[in-house]
């Protein structure tokens, strides 16, 4: 539900790491300092930061899977990894207490197998020295 602040502030001027995060805009949520389009990566790290900030109440269909299909995996192809790094969230799950106290996303079960489908299917093996493969859940 949150950036991935503390992921991207390992890798934020790293050229050979791209890290992308879907997430609740900064705007309407914590951390109010980070995750915000903009914000990209700097030095030799400039471009390898992905940021996209979602409105709340997010669900599948509203925006994330926009979000996946038409921003995360292109970029993802574009950077052409070696391999592929899901630091999967869970407080986006509609019973979260974030979904609840919140405005927070409302994603579920099968939102979560839809991605993992997504990712597989772009990704089930990754051109390296040894071959990687997603699980498909």
């Known amino acids: 539900?949150?950036?991935?602040n503390g992921t991207v502030s390992l890798f934020y001027d790293d050229p050979s790491v791209l890290v992308v995060s879907i997430h609740c805009d900064p705007d309407y949520d914590y951390p109010?300092?980070?995750?915000?389009?903009?914000?990209?990566?700097?030095?030799?790290?400039?471009?390898?930061?992905l940021h996209i900030p979602l409105p709340p109440?997010?669900?599948w269909d509203s925006h994330y899977k926009n979000a996946l299909e038409e921003k995360a995996i292109p970029a993802i192809q574009k950077h052409e990894p070696q391999a592929l790094v899901i630091s999967?969230?869970?407080d986006t799950y509609h019973q979260d207490p974030c979904a609840i106290r919140r405005a927070g996303f409302?994603?579920?079960?099968?939102?979560?197998q839809?991605?993992?489908t997504l990712l597989g299917k772009q990704?089930?093996?990754?051109s390296t020295s040894t071959t990687l493969s997603l699980p498909t859940l």
């Open 32 to 49: 109010f300092h980070s995750g915000f389009a903009h914000q990209t990566g700097v030095a030799d790290g400039d471009g390898t930061t």
């Open 106 to 112: 409302s994603l579920f079960t099968e939102d979560y």
């Open 114 to 116: 839809k991605m993992g």
């Open 123 to 126: 990704f089930s093996t990754l």
């Open 1 to 4: 539900y949150h950036c991935g």
């Open 57 to 59: 109440g997010t669900t």
């Open 88 to 90: 999967l969230g869970l």
